[in-house]
């Protein structure tokens, strides 16, 4: 990319030494060490602890550059990592360099991705514009996506727009960290749906479709369906997310014993008592750490 296509809300300068750094990083081994070493094994350390991922999760890292850093430390961890860039030759090179560590790169711009099937999403400081990228993952993420967003601390401050927790225009809970040079990273989840019915004094119910894997409940209705009912859903059986698929592909859940693929039309249609369902690891609202 052209320092004179970058968007205005990136420090341009700034923007272009770090592309020439990582894309420096992309050829040589020592020098890609060195730069890990120097700039990012911290903040790659609280960001993936942060995100409390369970084993084989799968996870975007948005705005990947020619060294995508934490798509690299998050397959090195064992996660199933997809990593976007809007530069198609950005992708090209990183793919050829990195495409045999289990990262599946992709060139697409971040406002107009799909981010369904998805457990986190990493968004990178330089992403832009940084707030209709931010409202464009939480339209789109499944319910218990966690996004994690790195803005700009301190002095660096005024080159970035800081992103907030106000700016999902969506009912979201945030937790913030300091992170080393200058950075910071900002933690957002939906409220899980238990913490919603307490605070709304209700015994809400919800669907299939609102947990993330790992999620689970009873269920308390089923459509009047032979297949389903064959299957095990029925009032009363308790049902565990094994896993949702990206691209609005199915939903596997865990039900009287066996692992069964479900529809996302389907399985919005099974509803469980929203009391019974495990609630993900809770976040205080707008915490700074
Ligand atoms: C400095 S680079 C890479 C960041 C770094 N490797 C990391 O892990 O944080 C930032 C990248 O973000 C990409 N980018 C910026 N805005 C984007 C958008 N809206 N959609 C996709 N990629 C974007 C740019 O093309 C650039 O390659």
């Not at 995508?68 to 976007?84: C, H, M, Q």
Request: proline share 6%.
């Amino acid at each position: 990319m052209k320092e004179t296509e970058l968007p205005a809300e990136q420090p341009r300068k700034l923007l272009a030494v770090i592309l020439r750094l990582e894309r420096l990083a992309q050829r040589s081994p020592v020098f890609r060490r060195l730069y890990t070493f120097l700039f990012y094994r911290r903040i790659l350390e609280i960001e993936i602890t942060e995100a409390q991922l369970p084993v084989g999760a799968r996870v975007l890292h948005v705005g990947c550059g020619p060294f995508p850093v934490s798509a690299l430390a998050l397959a090195d961890k064992g996660f199933t990592v997809t990593a976007i860039d809007r530069d198609p030759e950005t992708v090209r090179t990183a793919a050829q360099s990195f495409g045999g560590r289990g990262i599946t790169f992709v060139c697409a711009d971040a406002q107009g991705f799909d981010y369904s099937g998805f457990e986190a999403v990493f968004v990178a400081l330089h992403v832009a514009p940084r707030r209709e990228v931010l409202q464009a993952i939480v339209a789109s993420a499944d319910q218990g996506t966690q996004v994690l967003v790195r803005n700009a601390r301190g002095a660096l401050k005024k080159e970035y727009t800081s992103i907030r927790v106000e700016d999902c225009k969506q009912d979201m809970e945030s937790i913030t960290h300091r992170l080393p040079g200058q950075k910071e990273l900002l933690v957002l989840r939906r409220p899980s749906l238990t913490s919603l019915a307490a605070a709304n004094g209700s015994c809400a119910v919800c669907s299939l479709c609102d947990l993330s894997a790992h999620q689970g409940g009873t269920i308390s209705a089923v459509p009047d369906l032979p297949q389903l009912a064959a299957m095990g859903f029925r009032p009363g059986k308790d049902c565990t997310i094994v896993a949702v698929q990206p691209w609005g592909g199915p939903v596997i859940c865990a039900v009287a014993g066996r692992e069964i693929a479900l529809e996302r039309g389907v399985a919005a249609t099974v509803h469980l008592e929203a009391d019974s369902v495990k609630p993900l690891p809770s976040h205080t609202r707008a915490r700074v750490v």
